[in-house]
């Protein structure tokens, strides 16, 4: 089962409030949502969406009783539809990870410690693939996706990119690990580390879905509203940290009001239970002002 990062630190930052509204954009397993609706007890004022059928479908098992609305959607797309409708929110939260389930389980194939078919899909309603990606996706792609989404040099992308293309058609994360493998040896991490991570961001258009979804936010807030954010790597940061200076930057005029004067980090009581949690940020903003 997944266990939450950051979760004491999420509750003490979006302090709910009883009969508060509450809008998880991804609910995942209910961790966060679970600490969040004890409080509020406002469980039809809640709005829980996930993109994993998996994950939607546990949801709706666990909360069958209370029925809080839960959308089968990727993040983005579940926004701009509660926008449209006028929907307000006292707390905001998304967790941009991915969750262990999917990490976890082998026929999702995420992983390089698993050999199984390349998937990576978080939607796997959708026909992109990690399988379509690495072997019909050209180099020069591929090239762009490592750079970019995996933060590899330019050389070494190139030799990566060149070596996967060679050795097609590839089927599974062992035999896509081995490949890199062969072309690297070993560091500190594994090094098909960040080609996975450009794969999987490039099948789930993780970059696209936060730089979309965060204007959003402040249409979504209610005044006197909190949001808290949660990444996980530089790429995802980068997003969140510009995203929340633009809009409490603007002195009197400014929607927000950032609560974390830096990311909070996990504590080492939480590292020793959940290693994952070790690249988890959490950075928490307040809905200021109406436009």
């Not at 993780?206 to 006197?224: F, N």
């Amino acid at each position: 089962m997944h266990e939450s990062v950051l979760l004491n630190e999420v509750v003490s930052y979006l302090a709910p409030q009883p009969g508060e509204s509450y809008l998880d954009l991804t609910a995942g397993y209910g961790g966060h949502a679970d600490k969040i609706l004890e409080v509020t007890q406002n469980y039809k004022g809640a709005v829980l969406v996930d993109r994993d059928q998996n994950a939607v479908e546990y949801l709706r098992a666990k909360y069958q009783e209370v029925k809080p609305e839960i959308m089968h959607e990727d993040f983005y797309s579940a926004a701009l539809r509660l926008v449209e409708s006028g929907k307000k929110f006292d707390m905001i939260l998304a967790d941009f990870g991915v969750s262990s389930p999917q990490l976890d389980q082998e026929k999702r194939g995420f992983s390089f410690a698993l050999d199984s078919r390349l998937d990576m899909r978080m939607d796997e309603r959708q026909k992109l693939d990690g399988w379509r990606v690495v072997n019909k996706w050209s180099e020069r792609d591929l090239v762009e996706i490592f750079v970019a989404y995996g933060e590899e040099r330019m050389g070494r992308a190139k030799l990566l990119a060149k070596e996967i293309v060679h050795n097609r058609p590839i089927e599974t994360t062992g035999e896509l690990a081995e490949i890199i493998k062969r072309k690297s040896g070993y560091g500190k991490k594994h090094p098909a580390t960040q080609v996975f991570q450009a794969i999987r961001i490039a099948v789930n258009d993780e970059l696209g879905q936060i730089q979309k979804t965060l204007p959003l936010i402040t249409k979504l807030l209610a005044l006197g509203g909190r949001v808290g954010l949660i990444s996980f790597h530089s790429l995802e940061d980068r997003l969140v940290k510009n995203y929340l200076a633009e809009a409490s930057g603007q002195g009197m005029e400014s929607e927000l009001r950032i609560l974390t004067r830096k990311p909070v980090i996990a504590g080492q009581n939480e590292l020793v239970n959940n290693p994952r949690a070790r690249s988890a940020k959490l950075r928490v903003a307040e809905k200021t002002a109406v436009k």
